[in-house]
């Protein structure tokens, strides 16, 4: 069955708007970590998460490891913020979900 | 402390060629990870290596190869080369369990 499942694949916002990205994954998934991927396709270390809440200024992450779950929430969206979320995890290698495309309007 | 350098960042290469991608990972890391990045398969593991050992491999042909050298500085090495191995591929280096990522080598091929 699928590991790393993220939803939604795409999102359009308006600037100032507040997300919230969700990634669910399998029993045998765990240490979770959000990326960002900006336009050059480089990947941004958001957050290492394998339980828990986190936050870094308008951004944070929960997870959920007893229900397999965890959320990216990104407050007063700004144009900068656009690009592709990933969530990833460890099975015995690491398992990407296939990202969520966020679209940031000015 | 410097990060995760990939060098080539752009790469042209013809069907049949070989190409070699090199990858610097953060001063004391000891583990490095490839990942190749289409639009149609999304990010894929590729191979792990630690201390010079190949510690995990992903479900790509033997034409894809990799090797670890002593100061933990990875290659990875891709023979006869397809049109369909046009991606970006991407390197991580880890300490534990977190991952940080390099720019990844952009590579075409015609």
């Known amino acids: 069955g699928i590991q790393v499942e993220q939803s939604p694949p795409d999102l359009i916002l308006q600037e100032g708007a507040n997300s919230t990205l969700r990634c669910n994954f399998s029993?045998?998934?765990?240490?979770l970590q959000w990326f960002h991927q900006n336009p050059w396709g480089q990947l941004i270390n958001l957050f290492y998460?394998?339980?828990g809440t986190k936050q870094n200024g308008r951004l944070s992450a929960t997870t959920v490891a007893t229900e397999r779950y965890s959320l990216l929430y990104i407050s007063s969206s700004q144009t900068t913020d656009s690009g592709v979320y990933f969530c990833a995890g460890k099975d015995d290698k690491i398992i990407f979900g296939k990202g969520t495309r966020l679209h940031i309007l000015p | 402390k410097a990060g995760v350098t990939q060098t080539p960042r752009y790469l042209i290469k013809t069907r049949g060629q070989q190409v070699t991608l090199s990858c610097s990972p953060i001063s004391g890391h000891r583990s490095v990870s490839w990942y190749q990045q289409t639009p149609g398969q999304g990010l894929q593991f590729l191979f792990e290596?630690?201390?010079?050992?190949?510690?995990n491999k992903g479900n790509f042909p033997g034409r894809f190869s990799g090797r670890q050298f002593s100061n933990s500085r990875s290659e990875m090495n891709v023979s006869t080369l397809e049109l369909g191995d046009s991606a970006l591929y991407l390197c991580a280096s880890s300490h534990g369990y977190e991952q940080y990522f390099g720019p990844g080598t952009r590579l075409t091929v015609t």
């Open positions: 029993d045998s998934v765990n240490n």
């Open positions: 998460i394998p339980s």
């Open positions: 290596y630690f201390s010079e050992t190949q510690r």
